[in-house]
């Protein structure tokens, strides 16, 4: 059978049928009835139409992008995430309140996050590292940055991703240009984390148990305020932990006897937060 006439039936049975039907039934008659030429021409189409397609900016600041699968790759790429999408309820038994669409979302970047803990090159030399040009005020806050590929990015946003990127800080002059430029090892090396993985086994937040390979190293203090790239200053979170701590500004320590990370955090009904500055009126009192 001519994967031609495949297609005419498929045409034909387009207006009534979900794709999902028509792709089963589209797969069945190739299957049963194709030649090995007609099977070649549909490896030959999936690998010319496959295709991750730009990124497209959102009207809210968010981003869009779309990919085009083989069905092998999209079984593999399938597979990773919903291996790494599911739900994560707390310790006390809180259930996870991401949605299953967040949960993807979460898990696809914990993905690339451990692509990126490999410290693995691509071609041409290319770091999988997020690499950043920042004047120094956007990790203050007093500055919008952006990375390399022109993404902009809020302060807590630059400052959770300077913990494992590639930095370059410039200072920059009145008009914006940039006077001075300095490359500094800001990120955990590669023995550093290994320690941590023996020290923290895994994501330090309360409740958590992603294992070190999802994991980053956070600078409990940042290097902007001092923090330095040392053990007793690093913990290992996942990708959400770690944007949660960013985001809500949670201080924690390292154990003094080197066991682990305490983190300042209370639990509240939308998870845990650090804890509620103290009421004027019970310290007057
Ligand atoms: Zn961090
Ligand atoms: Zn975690």
Known sequence: ???????????????GF??????????????????EADQDR??????????VTGWRLLDDGMWRCEATLTPTDKAVVDAAITALAAPQPADDGTTDT???????????VTLCGIASGQDTTGPMGATTRVTLTLPVEALTGEAAAHDELGTPLLPAAARE???????????????????QVGREHRTATAAQRRALAVRDRGCT???????????QAHHITHWIDGGA????????????????????RITGAVRDDGSGVDWDVVRTGLGWRPPPPPDPWTRAA
């Not at 028509?22 to 030649?35: A, C, I, P, V």
């Open 161 to 179: 991703l300077s913990c494992g990127a590639t930095l370059t800080t410039v200072v920059l002059g009145v008009h914006g240009e940039p006077l």
């Open 18 to 35: 979900s794709s999902a039907i028509l792709n089963d039934f589209r797969t069945e008659m190739l299957t049963r009835f194709g030649s």
């Open 229 to 248: 790239t040392d053990l007793d200053n690093l913990a290992l979170l996942c990708h959400r932990h770690h944007r949660s701590v960013h985001r809500y």
């Open 1 to 15: 059978m001519q994967s031609s006439i495949v297609d005419g039936l498929v045409d034909l049975a387009r207006t």
């Open 205 to 215: 937040f309360p409740g958590c148990d992603a294992p070190p390979s999802w994991t």
């Open 98 to 108: 991401r949605s299953p669409a967040a949960r993807r979302a979460d898990a696809l």
């Open 42 to 51: 549909e490896h030959d189409h999936q690998q010319a139409v496959r295709g």
